[in-house]
């Protein structure tokens, strides 16, 4: 995918991740009334996959993100917001053919609700020919998740494009299902998340999504299911810990224990953004995965999608019980 957002040579950042998918834009009330009874809001931005992209860059990485952005106030945000956090975005498209999408979050009485206007967004006209082969072959990772899959057939081919031309250039393929039923439904994705996570290298879903996607309430039954995959499985949203599924065998790794939870929105992605960064610094599997932990434990203890998200100088920090000092 070649850039049209500015100037800059294209072939000099080799990214260690790559990942691509839709960034919208959000628009949050600045007060808890809700949207109904608001006239002020922020104007803010998310996306799982730029979620991801931006965690990776703070906690010391090269991350390469792309996508389709309408070529509008919306879409010009996001990119120069994403290239601010050290995230690549030289294969960015920005085009007139389509708008940015728009999400709008309320929060009223302790309820979070999200409402989508991304039907026919830019990002949904994504095409396999959008890809940019060269640039995935460079990188060691490519993430890529179920909700681009959920946006329309062309960009469902188009993941699963990127994914055959990781496996052509020995690109390790990391698939986050993040399963939205606002999207599709139940029966339509399921059939296809899980032809997904058979190429993936590392599969990760929450455990509450395995449970639909496997039709099972059963955790012996879905491990089992997972021990059926050629990958790696690494469980989200289990029991106070996150599961290894490797071959066999089955390891728990423990949470982090939050002092608070303000906002669980970005957890998942904050974690994959940990994990990435554990396997590129050369951690255990078991190690990343306790990093993937503790960043999704730092991220629900702020509001806001990647905001949260912390750099690495204040992951040692916290690992070190570095305490804060304000003069």
């Not at 931005?45 to 730029?50: L, M, Q, R």
């Not at 010009?76 to 290239?83: F, P």
Request: charged letters at 25%.
């Amino acid at each position: 995918m070649s850039t049209s957002t500015n100037n800059e040579p294209t072939q000099m950042f080799q990214p260690d991740v790559v990942t691509f998918g839709e960034s919208m834009a959000l628009m949050m009330p600045d007060n808890s009334k809700g949207i109904e009874y608001s006239s002020g809001f922020q104007s803010l931005f998310g996306g799982a996959e730029s979620n991801v992209a931006i965690g990776v860059s703070r906690l010391g990485h090269r991350i390469g993100w792309f996508g389709r952005l309408g070529k509008d106030p919306f879409g010009r945000m996001i990119v120069k917001k994403i290239r601010g956090e050290g995230v690549d975005v030289s294969r960015v498209q920005l085009t007139a053919e389509a708008p940015t999408g728009l999400m709008l979050r309320e929060t009223v009485s302790g309820k979070s609700s999200v409402y989508y206007y991304r039907k026919g967004s830019a990002a949904s006209f994504m095409r396999p020919e959008h890809l940019d082969e060269s640039y995935i072959a460079q990188a060691k990772y490519l993430h890529v998740t179920g909700i681009t899959m959920a946006l329309s057939e062309s960009a469902r081919e188009t993941v699963r494009e990127a994914v055959r031309m990781a496996k052509r250039n020995g690109v390790k393929v990391c698939f986050d299902p993040n399963l939205r039923l606002k999207l599709w439904s139940l029966d339509e994705a399921r059939e296809v998340l899980l032809e997904v996570a058979k190429e993936a290298d590392y599969f990760m879903p929450g455990l509450d999504e395995l449970k639909l996607l496997y039709q099972t309430e059963s955790f012996e039954e879905i491990i089992g299911r997972l021990k059926e995959l050629p990958g790696v499985s690494i469980v989200k949203g289990g029991d106070n810990e996150t599961y290894i599924v490797e071959g066999d065998s089955l390891t728990a790794v423990p949470y982090f224990k939050a002092e608070q939870v303000v906002d669980t929105v970005g957890a998942g992605d904050g974690f994959c953004a940990g994990f990435y960064a554990g396997l590129l610094k050369g951690y255990s599997l078991q190690e990343a995965v306790r990093l993937g932990n503790l960043i999704g434990c730092m991220v629900v203890q702020m509001e806001g999608d990647w905001e949260g998200i912390p750099t690495w100088e204040q992951v040692e920090a916290f690992l070190n019980n570095v305490q804060h000092v304000e003069r």
